[in-house]
C-alpha cells in the first residue's frame, strides 16, 4: 500500500530540461527525509540530491547549480527540477524515503538509510 511513482523522464537534448516527479501514498512522508538517486547501465547507483523534512537541501557536486531538489509536503510529493541536462545525465533515476526516525532538519546522501524506493524513471539526453 506504501509506494513512491516517479514520473517525468523521457528523452531530451542536451541542454534541455525536464522535471522529475514522485508521488508518495499509504502514509506521510512530512517527517521523513527525501532523496534522489540514478543508476546508469555498467554502474553503480549514486546519490543525487537529499532534501530534509523541513526543506534543508544538499546536491551532489555532478549536479550542483543545475539540478534543484524541493518538496510539497502538503501533496506528499518531490521534486527535481534539471536544466542543463549532459549526456552523462542519463540513468534511471529513483526517489527514496526513510520509514526511520530523523529530526526536520536532517537530510541523507547515504542509500542504506532509505528502505522505501519508487520504481525508476528512465531520463535519457541525447548528443
Known amino acids: 500500500q506504501v509506494q513512491m511513482v516517479e514520473s517525468g523522464g523521457g528523452l531530451v537534448q542536451a541542454g534541455g530540461s525536464l522535471r522529475l516527479s514522485c508521488a508518495a501514498s499509504?502514509?506521510?512522508?512530512?517527517?521523513?527525509?527525501m532523496a534522489w538517486f540514478r543508476q546508469a547501465p555498467g554502474k553503480e547507483r549514486e546519490f543525487v540530491a537529499t532534501?530534509?523534512?523541513?526543506?534543508?537541501?544538499y546536491h551532489a557536486d555532478s549536479v550542483k547549480g543545475r539540478f534543484t531538489i524541493s518538496r510539497d509536503n502538503a501533496k506528499n510529493t518531490m521534486y527535481l527540477q534539471m536544466n542543463s541536462l549532459k549526456p552523462e545525465d542519463t540513468a534511471v533515476y529513483y526517489c527514496?524515503?526513510?520509514?526511520?526516525?530523523?529530526?526536520?532538519?536532517?537530510?541523507?546522501?547515504?542509500?542504506?538509510?532509505?528502505?522505501?524506493w519508487g520504481q525508476g524513471t528512465q531520463v535519457t539526453v541525447s548528443s
Open positions: 527514496a524515503a526513510t520509514s526511520t526516525t530523523f529530526k526536520r532538519y536532517n537530510y541523507s546522501t547515504r542509500e542504506y538509510d532509505y528502505d522505501i
Open positions: 499509504g502514509r506521510s512522508f512530512s517527517i521523513s527525509p
Open positions: 532534501i530534509s523534512a523541513s526543506g534543508i537541501t
